[in-house]
């Protein structure tokens, strides 16, 4: 039976179809079943695109798990497998094929194909749909094609591509999106936990190649006996025994770091590509016998264990996309399993910025969650950056000491963004996630966020109307919010624009008595020198709190 919005989601591509958008993006979290969402398209989509159904997936192993959902999905629908030495029958009513198979440069396969009779191409994880061998299918089988009716639909779990390529030379829309902290939230996967491990190790010396680490380079530099062994003795202390999942560099850092596992008597195994005892491996895994797999490139897509309790990024990314499948490896729901926890190995770095579980949630990148739930987290920060957005919170490195870091920053000293202050003069902050958000009264808001696409997404609510909508640039985003704001919220400007004339002039009396009011138990104190603009301004975003929201 579908989910809820795993019916939203085939609905989404129904109705987008008919309006006319051809090239489809679907993101939803690891663990919520994309696989079995999109093994509902060819029912789902059979009066719309009557004809044959393409499925493009990139592993072996992917294209086994997708055959074998398809068909069990659409028991009167004929499933074909395009892959190394088999080849699909023409005339299958789905065909699954393996994309370096066929979008190899100089291949005959693809003429074997009927693409006048295929008229739906699913691209499973879609965020590699840039490559060239995938657009040498797209291009071949017509659905890029102008004017081309066919549907072509990519499902990823991921927000964003390693080398930060938009996907929109591929696909025109996201027209559905469950990210991870919905699904978490909807119960549909479990909660999440964060302990940051910080090495000695410095990566200043790594070079990076298209947007990730030179891996060569990093393993010699990762790959050492005192981090392996800090590794495992964090485990010991934070991990409690849990089925675990680590994420290493190369083949020999997995053998490594298995074996200081089992120097401190842990049960562990590492597993790679070519490993021959690889499914014994996994089965050992499975049914708790190893308690620790440490793996290079084989579990990072595809593999589905939901008794998975722990994830240990051994690893160091820049890659949000690897980090994203790396912990959807541990967050499926599972009897007895209440969250699951993610060590994040960190090492020092000055020179590259890192991928981290707080920074991939939107938080300070440096934060330490101290076994914290990081959804509960996320929500403690936005309720502090709501309630003092001025305050840099990417500085806070103890989630723990939330109160007193806000109390130590300047609670005057108000900064804008830049990339805001070249074409708007209202109060737009950065937000947790790297978006910008302007607060309103009656606790309502705007927000512009990038999206995968590499456009600007606008959602917000103003005088209880839903604002949404997709700009094609973040300029062209701000300045259609503040036209909405002047148009439809025009009472609330005093309190939003950062400057004006009377700005300058000395807070009055009865300011100053209702800043005082609003900051007891603050620790903060009024300022001598305040001016009339800034104690409106603060005046303005405390009481956006807690203001009633208009009838």
């Not at 079995?36 to 086994?64: C, K, S």
């Not at 657009?135 to 081309?148: D, M, V, Y």
């Not at 195994?269 to 014994?280: C, F, H, Q």
């Not at 963004?417 to 937000?431: A, K, V």
Request: glycine residues 6%.
């Amino acid at each position: 039976m579908l989910r809820p919005y795993q019916s939203e989601t085939l609905q989404a591509i129904r109705s987008n179809y008919r309006a006319g958008v051809r090239r489809q993006v679907i993101s939803s979290a690891t663990g919520t079943g994309k696989t079995y969402i999109f093994a509902h398209i060819p029912a789902f989509m059979r009066e719309d695109a009557p004809g044959q159904i393409l499925v493009l997936v990139h592993t072996e192993e992917l294209v086994e798990q997708n055959a074998d959902e398809l068909r069990r999905c659409n028991p009167d629908l004929s499933v074909s497998i395009e892959m190394a030495e088999r080849h699909a029958d023409p005339a299958a009513d789905i065909i699954v094929a393996s994309v370096p198979t066929l979008g190899r440069a100089n291949t005959k396969r693809r003429e074997n194909f009927n693409w006048d009779g295929i008229s739906v191409c699913i691209c499973d994880e879609a965020h590699h749909s840039t490559a060239a061998t995938y657009k040498r299918i797209f291009e071949t089988g017509g659905f890029l094609a102008e004017g081309s009716q066919k549907l072509l639909v990519g499902f990823t779990a991921t927000p964003n591509r390693s080398d930060g390529t938009p996907l929109a030379e591929i696909y025109e829309k996201i027209v559905f999106n469950y990210p991870m902290r919905k699904a978490i939230e909807d119960k549909w996967l479990c909660d999440i936990t964060g302990v940051r491990v910080d090495t000695r190790t410095c990566l200043d010396y790594v070079h990076t190649v298209n947007g990730e680490f030179n891996q060569t380079e990093l393993a010699e530099t990762v790959n050492t006996p005192e981090r392996n062994r800090l590794i495992v003795e964090s485990w010991i202390k934070e991990g409690q025994q849990r089925k675990t999942v680590a994420f290493t560099v190369d083949i020999q850092h997995a053998k490594d770091l298995a074996a200081s596992f089992r120097q401190l008597e842990v049960k562990a195994e590492a597993i790679w590509g070519t490993d021959p005892e690889r499914s014994v491996k996994l089965a050992r895994h499975k049914s708790g016998e190893t308690l620790v797999l440490t793996n290079c490139a084989v579990l990072t897509e595809g593999y589905n264990d939901p008794s998975i309790e722990c994830i240990v990024l051994a690893r160091p990314t820049k890659s949000s996309l690897l980090f994203t499948q790396a912990i959807g490896r541990g967050t499926r729901l599972c009897d007895g399993k209440q969250n699951c926890l993610v060590m994040d190995v960190v090492d020092s770095t000055k020179r590259h910025s890192l991928v981290s579980l707080p920074s991939l949630l939107g938080l300070p990148a440096r934060l330490n969650l101290k076994g914290r739930s990081a959804i509960g987290s996320v929500k403690e920060l936005e309720e502090a950056a709501r309630e003092y957005p001025h305050v840099d919170l990417s500085g806070l490195r103890d989630m723990s000491k939330l109160q007193e870091f806000i109390k130590q920053v300047n609670f005057w000293d108000v900064k804008f963004p830049e990339e805001i202050q070249m074409f708007s003069d209202l109060t737009w902050h950065r937000s947790l996630d790297g978006g910008f958000v302007l607060l309103l009264p009656a606790k309502e808001k705007l927000e512009i966020r990038k999206n995968l696409l590499g456009k600007f997404d606008v959602s917000g609510i103003v005088n209880g109307k839903t604002v949404s909508g997709t700009r094609d640039t973040l300029e062209k985003a701000v300045r259609d919010c503040d036209a909405w704001i002047r148009k439809n919220a025009s009472q609330q400007l005093p309190i939003l624009r950062q400057k004006s004339k009377w700005h300058s002039t000395p807070a009055t009396e009865k300011q100053r008595a209702t800043l005082h009011k609003l900051l007891r138990g603050t620790g903060q104190q009024v300022p001598a020198d305040l001016s009339k603009g800034d104690a409106s301004r603060i005046i303005g975003q405390r009481i956006a709190q807690f203001s009633p929201r208009p009838a």
